[in-house]
């Protein structure tokens, strides 16, 4: 690795590659944060792992079709790979993928919604059915969590720490 790489540039190598790939196939292997991936590990090239990563994972934005028709131990390498690139960004860089913050917000509201609202609005208040119940503590949780999840990943996005 040379010089720096974008996310535009790892999308052109991969469209050229890409005929004939279903959409599934390519949300399943993950190539929609590929690009993004790789433009990351290329500007942390100070870092050795960072290099070794890129160099790793730079044959498959060349040729794409070695992980849908290769090996599946071809397909084992790359997903290996790149979850273990990200984890590194995640510890070593604390750069973590576009989306994962808000997604835990989501996910842990939308946890503690039903329960809150069940428990409240079923249990002691005594209004309704619970499943009314659990799906307007759901609302009332889920939409300030959503926006909070935005403004943590616009502020991380200005830091530098996603992509």
């Known amino acids: 690795m040379t010089e720096k790489v974008t996310a535009h540039q790892i999308r052109e190598m991969l469209a050229e590659?890409?005929?004939g790939l279903s959409k599934v196939d390519m949300s399943t292997m993950g190539l929609e944060v590929f690009p993004r991936l790789m433009e990351m590990l290329s500007s942390q090239q100070e870092c050795g792992e960072c290099k070794a990563y890129f160099d790793d994972l730079i044959v498959y934005?060349?040729?794409?079709?070695l992980i849908f028709?290769?090996?599946d131990q071809e397909q084992k390498r790359f997903l290996t790979l790149t979850e273990e690139a990200m984890d590194h960004l995640k510890k070593r860089h604390g750069i973590i993928?576009?989306?994962h913050t808000k997604s835990l917000y989501l996910f842990f509201a939308s946890v503690a919604g039903i329960a809150a609202g069940?428990?409240?609005?079923?249990?002691l208040l005594s209004?309704?059915?619970p499943v009314r119940s659990a799906i307007f503590g759901w609302i009332i949780v889920v939409i300030p969590a959503w926006i909070i999840g935005i403004r943590k990943e616009k502020k991380l996005k200005q830091e530098g720490k996603s992509f």
């Open 97 to 99: 993928p576009r989306g």
């Open 118 to 123: 069940w428990l409240i609005f079923f249990k």
């Open 127 to 129: 209004m309704g059915d």
């Open 61 to 65: 934005a060349h040729d794409v079709r």
């Open 69 to 71: 028709k290769g090996t």
């Open 17 to 19: 590659n890409i005929d």
